[in-house]
């Protein structure tokens, strides 16, 4: 009898598709799904448990493990990562809810906290490394207004947290660091988030590893574990995982609100919470991605380096981000940034490579205070500083692929395009 081993391998077994220049799609992601993470969905189907149970707790270990966190709360996506993130938050330092974010920073990471109740102060980006302004963004966290800070590790490449944080531990203010696109990458040798009261993470398909949907909520602090976990499963107040009961052995003999005496204690409910548990299926696949995390990483940062240094003689009139230094990023992209006054325009750029089927992207939604849903957002967003550099990023950079699945002629053509409609 064939093996579901055997079985996938022969079904997966397909002739390679061969790179033809010019023809070839070349994505700025792809997801990276082999015979393991196809052979360990099976086994969880096979058990037919479909909610979260032991494979959302293996990868919860594991993960929690690999950012430096005590506790790797799983849930359905990375948005709902912010929004559980930034509620905790709330709850537990509740006199403040001014928190500062970066105008180029992704919709979900600024969209939660408006969800969960708070308001934006917004910065200007940097254009050289591509994350928020460090002279506004110090400037801000003195007022005292301000709750804390929430920003993204933009395309992996990181940002200060260490610096960051330490004004924010000596204001009583916090930092949520938003590593959905850093996976990998650290400073000073540690795992960014390391920094942070708060890490969050994207396991989307485009993302460093995969879990279909999916994201993570990592702590050190217990109290907003909880939070996190009882806002994930509904506003629970029970801290039972999915299918056990009475951890605390004292189900039957407590008393909440208006409750009777000794109501089940596994259907109290002390939050206006949520449903946003992963499923085994997701953390499945999940916890296997996470075993190839190492070699998607080395591959990653060989592959921007390989482009980097063969761009270099066009450094006159493209520019790269600037690397904190202490930091070691995982890169999720390659971004170029389209000097001024040089004779070259970014949408030129963008249209030709687009045309010669090598996919790009801009950075997130560029100036995000001129999106449509934005503009007219009143008190709830405040704008003090004029956002010159988040407009420069959102005119002139854009960003290519530098993922695993790049070989090196897709790579060397690249190049070779990049030359022709930038010369």
């Known amino acids: 009898m064939t093996s579901i081993r055997e079985f996938i391998k022969e079904n997966r077994r397909k002739k390679p598709i061969p790179f033809v220049a010019g023809e070839t799609d070349i994505p700025v992601t792809v997801k990276q799904i082999d015979e393991n993470d196809l052979v360990g969905l099976i086994d969880t189907v096979l058990d037919e448990w479909f909610t979260d149970g032991k494979e959302a707790r293996r990868f919860s270990v594991n993960l929690a493990q690999v950012v430096q966190k005590s506790d790797a709360v799983l849930v359905n996506s990375g948005s709902s990562a912010n929004l559980l993130a930034v509620s905790a938050l709330f709850e537990k330092y509740p006199n403040r809810r001014k928190v ?128 996190v976990y009882s806002l994930r499963d509904w506003g629970r107040d029970c801290i039972c995982p999915t299918g056990v ?18 109501y089940d204690h596994k259907y109290v409910y002390s939050r206006l919470g949520y449903n946003m548990k992963m499923t085994d299926l997701q953390a499945s696949l999940g916890r296997t991605q996470l075993e190839k995390l190492p070699q998607f990483i080395q591959e990653r940062r060989a592959n921007y380096l390989y482009l980097k240094a063969n761009l270099l003689d066009l450094q006159d009139k493209i520019s790269f ?18 000097r001024e006054g040089k004779g070259i325009n970014r949408n030129r750029i963008v249209h030709l490579l687009e045309y010669r089927k090598i996919r790009t992207r801009p950075i997130f939604g560029g100036n995000m205070m001129r999106q449509p849903a934005y503009c007219d957002a009143g008190t709830i967003v405040e704008r003090p500083w004029v956002l010159d550099d988040a407009d420069y990023i959102m005119n002139n950079t854009f960003w290519i692929g530098c993922h695993p699945s790049l070989t090196k002629p897709m790579m060397d053509y690249m190049v070779e395009v990049l030359h022709e409609v930038i010369l």
């Open 100 to 227: 500062i974010s970066c105008a180029t920073g992704f919709p979900t990471t600024i969209n939660s906290i408006i969800q969960a109740g708070g308001e934006l102060l917004i910065v200007d980006a940097d254009k050289n490394t591509l994350n928020a302004s460090m002279v506004q963004l110090m400037s801000s966290l003195h007022r005292d207004d301000v709750a804390g800070v929430m920003l993204a590790h933009t395309l992996g490449f990181p940002f200060p947290e260490h610096i960051i944080r330490r004004t924010c531990r000596e204001l009583g203010k916090w930092l949520i660091a938003d590593c959905a696109d850093a996976l990998g990458s650290e400073v000073n040798g540690e795992h960014v988030g390391y920094d942070s009261e708060i890490s969050t993470f994207s396991f989307y398909p485009a993302h460093t590893i995969t879990s279909g949907e999916g994201g993570c909520v990592a702590t050190d602090d217990p109290q907003l574990a909880k939070i």
């Open 245 to 262: 009961d009475n951890t605390c052995h004292a189900r039957f003999s407590q008393k909440f609100g208006l409750l009777p005496v000794g």
């Open 321 to 338: 981000p600037v690397i904190l230094e202490g930091a070691n990023p995982s890169p999720f992209g390659f971004p170029i940034s389209v």
